[in-house]
Structures are given as C-alpha cells and as structure tokens.
C-alpha cells in the first residue's frame, strides 16, 4: 500500500525541492520559497573541495583554472553526477534548515521529469536522502507545476500542461491525480542555446560562449515577429582570425535559430494528444493549454503554439516558480495529494 505523507511536522520541517536542470529550487513549509539558485557546483579536483554552489558557481563557467571543474550535475532533467548532486542537495537541505532547530531530518517532495526510470528517480531519492531528507516523496514535474499553477489535477477533467525547463520539455495531460499521456522532449532551453550557438557559428563564422547564446536568447528572443524589432551586440572569437569580434544579432536571426526545434516540440505536442481519449480532449479545446518553466517566457511562444495546434494557451503565473509552489502546496497540505507520488519511499534509518 502506498505511504501517505502524514501531517506532524513538529520534530521535522517538509520541504518541496525543484531539481531543475537549470535552477533548483527550495520550498519550506510555512515559509515559502527560500531558495532560488542556478544548479551549478564548482569543483577544486586537486582537495575535492566545493567551491561553490548555485549563483556563485554559475558565475565561474567557462572562467576557471584546469583543476577547478564548473558543474551541472543534472542533465535533461536527471542525475548525470550523482555525487556533485548529493553536494548540491546537502548544501541547500541545509541552507534551507538554517535556524530551524528539529529533532529530525527534513521529509522532502521533490520533482522529477515526466517519463524517468526507476534508477534515475532512485538516485534522486537517495541523493537527497543522503543529504539529510528523512522521508522522499517524489512527483513529476508536470504534475506538480499543475498543483502550483491552481489546475484541477484531482479532477475528472483534462489538463494539458507544458513544462519547457533548460534540459526536457515535459507533456502531460493530467486528470483524476494521474498522468493520462505524457512525453518528455529534450528540445528546451539548452537546446535553444545550443541553435543560437550552431547558427551564429554558420552565418557569421563566430565562436560564442553558451551564457551568451543565453543571454541574448532572454534580451531579444522571439519566435513571432515583434511590433518592434529587437537587436544586440554579441562578442566571441572569429573563427578565422581566431581574434575577438563583434557582430549585431536581430530577434529574426534567434528566430531562425530556434525554427527547427519549435517544428520538433510541435510534433511532441501532437504526439500526446494523439493518444489522449476524445473525452479529456475536448476539455483540453476547452480549457487550453498551460505552459510553465523558464522557456514559457520565450516571446510570442505561447501565440505560436496557439496558432499551431488550435487551442488556447495560457501563461502560468511565475512559469519559473510554478513546480516548486506545487511541491510546497503538497507539504502544506498532504493528505489530499497521497495518489500521485511515484513509488515506494525507503526511510533511511537513524545514524
Ligand atoms: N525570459 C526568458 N526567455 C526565454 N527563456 C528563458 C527566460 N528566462 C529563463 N529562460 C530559460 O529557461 C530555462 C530555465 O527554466 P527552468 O528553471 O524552468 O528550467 P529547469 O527546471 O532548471 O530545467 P528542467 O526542468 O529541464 O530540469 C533556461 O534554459 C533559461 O535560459
Ligand atoms: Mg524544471
């Protein structure tokens, strides 16, 4: 029988984690969101000392000495380092506990991508119990960024949702505290970056670094053209010369960029509704689509996708904060989430 997540908080505080690809986040019970940083950790390879973790560490990407490592221990939504992971949990468990004087270790609701195996969602719960989590509830990111963006997941209705987070797209048509069809795409934030990087490497033979393919991505992104148009200067090496240039990128050059992975994520997209039942469909004609994680901010994307498939679509508000506001409402209140966590949890005992 599945464990429910019962409701004494006294000796342990509950906390809702957002292992994202690209940010992790921190909800504590009763307190709200505590913690919001790049999940980067940087690395001393000679001591293995941690550096850095979060915003300090993202800052040393592509800047530091050969026996200093910058990593992203998540990739497209899982564990690819499972250690630096555990280092990166332990330092914001804690950070998240500081002040706090309980008895026991945090009981933790954490999100993983739509689709993940049973080994990926395993070391998620053993990294954070390893990191001092007491009890590890795990959900799927669309389920819980439903949960935080108010849908009626529990419900018999259809609700579309679209997670577009830096490492997968997450798909899901929820309904009854289920997933009902779902499909995880890799085309999302660092696949765009990856386009911007491939496209100004094609057009104007220029090397640039990922933050910068990033940060003109979120200065003059668009995949609709805009009322008015949008411009930046982008600085990298020219890969002739082999020496620093600069050269003026427009929002209909990030356009071109990002045409073929849009074409891709629409196929995804119609891939779930094709194996949706007819009765969640209309719903979802209805109702429309909610789109969530950092890519919903991607201008005119929402219209697009609109446009594409026929339905409304619908911005949730805070996209980036959406999946862990719904691991924190699940801790604020867990009795009625018991159904949708993923499997089995192990208690790790004491000492
Ligand atoms: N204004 C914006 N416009 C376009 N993209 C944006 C904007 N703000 C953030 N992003 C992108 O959103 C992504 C981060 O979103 P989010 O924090 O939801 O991802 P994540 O949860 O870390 O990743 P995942 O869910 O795949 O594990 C990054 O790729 C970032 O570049
Ligand atoms: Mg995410």
């Known amino acids: 029988m599945a464990k ?20 992790t986040l921190v909800y504590v019970r009763g307190r709200g969101i505590v913690i919001n940083e790049p999940s980067v950790v940087t690395v001393n390879e000679k001591t293995g000392q941690v550096v850095a973790v979060g915003a300090g560490a993202k800052a040393m990407i592509g ?93 018999a209705i259809g609700t579309m949702v679209l997670d577009i987070g830096a490492g997968t797209t997450d798909i899901a048509v929820l309904a009854l505290g289920g997933t009902v069809s779902s499909k ?15 496209y100004v490497r094609n057009e104007f033979q220029l090397a640039i670094g990922e933050r910068t393919a990033e940060n003109t991505k979120i200065a003059i ?43 891709s994520l629409m196929e995804s997209m119609k891939d779930v509704i094709e194996h949706t039942p007819p009765e969640l469909l209309s719903d979802v004609l209805e109702r429309g689509v909610t789109v969530f994680g950092g890519g919903a901010m991607l201008r005119g994307l929402p219209e697009l996708l609109s446009q594409m498939l026929g339905v409304p679509v619908h911005v949730a508000d805070e996209p980036l904060t959406a999946v862990v506001r719904g691991t924190g409402i699940i801790t604020e209140d867990p009795s009625i989430w018991g159904d949708i966590f993923m499997h089995e949890q192990a208690i790790l005992p004491k000492g």
């Open 63 to 155: 800047k530091t000495p050969p026996h200093v490592r910058a990593v992203r221990p998540l990739s497209h939504g899982v564990i690819s380092d499972f250690e630096v992971t555990q280092e990166l949990l332990t330092y914001l468990i804690h950070k998240a506990q500081a002040g706090s004087t309980k008895l026991f270790g945090p009981r933790v609701v954490v999100g993983v991508p739509t689709g993940v195996t049973n080994v990926e969602s395993r070391a998620v719960r053993d990294a954070a119990l390893t990191a001092g989590a007491r009890e590890v509830f795990i959900v799927e990111e669309p389920m819980a960024g439903a949960i935080g963006a108010k849908l009626p997941v529990n419900e």
């Open 221 to 263: 992104g668009a995949v609709l053209p805009l009322a008015e148009p949008m411009e930046q200067a982008i600085r990298g090496r020219d890969l002739a010369t082999g020496l620093p240039r600069e050269v003026m990128l427009t929002d209909s050059h990030v356009r071109d960029a990002l045409a073929s992975s849009l074409d």
């Open 4 to 23: 429910r997540f019962s409701k004494s908080s006294f000796f342990s505080s509950d906390i809702g984690i957002d292992l994202g690809t690209g940010n």
């Open 184 to 198: 995880s795409s890799q085309v999302a934030g660092d696949r765009f970056n990856d386009n911007i990087i491939d």
